[in-house]
């Protein structure tokens, strides 16, 4: 008796504990969503823009902003898959993915660019991959007020 | 002269190995999260800290008994047991930890990645159990170790608006923006990033193996009372130091090296090298610590002789846990889990876990049959009691915040 | 004869799962369990063995863990039988608050058997072992 109490309380604690973790399917959740996908996105920008800014500066050594600018690369990819794998509830949500997508994949792909001049230590093209990643934060500041 | 330099030599390893892969990725995302509203927790944990492990060190010297001998012998044999599990299976977390913090340190400093370095590292880790003095590697790890005195240093080289920080310091407040579970569930990870089981266990067992006796008490405490407090403060400096660089850019840490950018930015190359080293002296430590601690804990338990003042030939079945743990953690972080993800789970798993070592220490430490005029001093046992409410208050909150904020996020 | 420093004290206190000192000072294993002899009626009953190893400690575990740990322990034993490892009572030297002292070496103790196993088999194999 003791035990199938314990298990009805071990199943109905899973069950709300899913309930809480599961999506919100609606416009806020997924606007939310958009929300917290820029800020790690611009996070992941940032961290990139700053490691390459040292390096430029030969405040860094050569591996350590590769390092830093690599997991920069990474994260921002994820970031970017997680968000367009999200299926939005309505037309208006559909917008808004379209224009998140486009940033991310700027964005992701800034971050590529500024890999690549990383490694091969070609410090005007590090340069020009810097003002894409600063365009592309920009893009998300913008964004980021517009979902406030 | 010499009792003096000793002395000095103890509070400076103290300081050294109050820090460890749990201190850095926890203070380094919280300062970048949340400025220093959140380094009341520190203060907490270190404090917390110091009281443990002043009275684990005393029980130790007067009875010549470290952590889990006392664990056996006042819990019995079955809620003891749960102990010994719970505590055996906190240290091989943390040492995955550890062992993933070298590897990412070396992943910094080579460029190589850091899965090759996972295997080296536990070897290297086992081979300093294996064959280093117990004092060697206490001293050489802890005053390399101190080298994270750069991030105090760089405190005053960056923008830092000292005004803000102290008022974030002394009026904490869930930041605007920030959801407040994941506030509370950082607070926590502090509080168990200084007040980590493996460190008292080690603290204690590594008494008896320098032979403390009711003599030592005053540099055991003088290790405690100076060293910890100082240790906190370089945790305190890691998080500070994020403030004025990462949070205006909104950075979110997620990885070992980003907690590193801040020195960069005030000391350039030079100040990258003492971060690369202090962090490898540090978690290196920690690693060889960690293992020794779990086989501390299941010899203790069973009554086996442990400990490396022994040949390993006469502690034969403490060497085998040892190596069997570093084997086991080695091979789970070759898993490829996120050695930062692993490591918030064992500081937050961790502060869940203090009281089952916390409580019987206090019982001891208040035994006037054994601890003789070492008893507990009134307000010792006033701070010990108030502290081991607070430790259930966190265990109870901890797992259900990591649920509900999934680790942080 | 054994030296006891306090004159009444329950098992508890003073006995079970405490630790075991050999003659040399080196630790020689806890006390698992306790072996009384079977008094005459009106009689009170006497220690004569302090019990060691996993076949005493599995019954005091109870439950399903402890039949495990006394069934493995059972089948790593020599001699059949699962009488758990005895350190007589005749061999106790010296009971205080902290340790029981013991009159014999620990090397000949029935509860050494393990230990010389992994020494041999395990680690006196490994390179560096400085004896």
Known sequence: ????????????????????????????????????????????????????????????????????????????????????????????????????????SDGTSALTDLRVAVRMGDRTQVRKALAEVGKSLKTFDTLQQGLQ | ????????????????????????????ITGARFGMTLAWAVLVGTAGMVLFAEMAGRVTAVT??????????????????????????????????????????LQMVTGISYLIWVPLAGLAAWLVIWRMPFQWMENIFGLLGLGMIVFVVALFRLPTDWHALWHQVISPAVPAG????????????????????????FFSSGGREEGWTSKSITEMRVNALIGFPLGGLLSLAIMAAAVPVLQPLNIQVSHLDQVALPVASAFGRAGLAFVFVSFFAATFAAAAESALSSGYSV????????????????????????????????????????????TIFAVVLGAAAVPLTYFPILIVANDARVMGQRVNRRWVNAAGTFFLTIMVVVSLVSVPLLIITKAGQ | MTRWDEDEFTAND????????????????????????????????????????????????????????????????????????????????????????????????????????????????IPGDTT
């Open chain 1, 1 to 104: 008796m003791c035990r199938r109490l314990a298990c009805v309380a071990v199943l109905g604690s899973c069950l709300l504990l899913v309930a809480c973790a599961a999506p919100v399917f609606d416009d806020g959740g997924y606007r939310h969503a958009a929300l917290q996908t820029s800020m790690a996105m611009v996070s992941d920008l940032a961290s990139g823009q700053l490691a390459a800014q040292l390096g430029l500066r030969g405040n860094s050594f050569p591996t350590f902003t590769d390092g830093n600018v690599t997991d920069a690369e990474n994260d921002a990819d994820s970031v970017n898959s997680t968000f367009s794998s999200r299926q939005p509830p309505d037309a208006r949500s559909d917008a808004l993915r379209r224009t998140m997508l486009q940033a991310l």
């Open chain 2, 1 to 28: 002269m010499k009792a003096v330099l000793s002395m000095t030599l103890g509070v400076m390893t103290a300081i050294g190995g109050f820090v460890d892969i749990g201190n850095l990725v926890t203070s380094g």
């Open chain 2, 64 to 105: 010549r008994k470290p952590i889990f001998h006392v664990v056996r012998e006042r819990l019995g044999v079955r809620v003891s047991l749960v102990n010994a599990a719970a505590s055996t299976f906190l240290n091989l977390i943390t040492l995955a930890a550890e062992i993933g913090g070298v590897s990412l340190v």
């Open chain 2, 178 to 201: 920030q959801p407040a579970p994941t506030w509370w569930f950082y607070a926590v990870s502090l509080i168990g990033a200084c007040i980590v089981p493996y460190q008292v266990i």
């Open chain 2, 299 to 342: 010899a203790q338990y069973m009554g086996w002789s442990w400990g490396k003042r022994h040949p390993p030939s006469a502690a034969a079945r403490f060497h085998l846990v040892c190596l069997a743990s570093v084997i086991a953690a080695t091979a789970f972080t070759l898993t490829t889990i996120d050695p930062v993800t692993v």
């Open chain 3, 14 to 125: 003073l006995l079970l799962d405490r630790e075991l000192i050999d003659c040399h000072g080196m630790p020689a294993g806890r006390v698992d369990d306790l072996e009384l002899s079977d008094p005459e009626p009106g009689e009170p009953p006497v220690l004569t063995a302090l019990l060691c190893g996993p076949t005493a400690f599995g019954p005091r575990l109870g439950g399903r863990l402890g039949t495990w740990w006394q069934a493995i322990g059972r089948r790593l034993r020599l001699v059949s039988g699962s009488y758990p490892n005895r350190i007589d009572a005749g061999l106790i030297d010296h009971v205080d608050r902290l340790e029981i002292t013991l009159l014999a070496a620990r090397e000949h103790l029935d509860s050494y058997r393990f230990r010389r196993w992994t020494e041999e088999k395990i680690i006196g194999r």
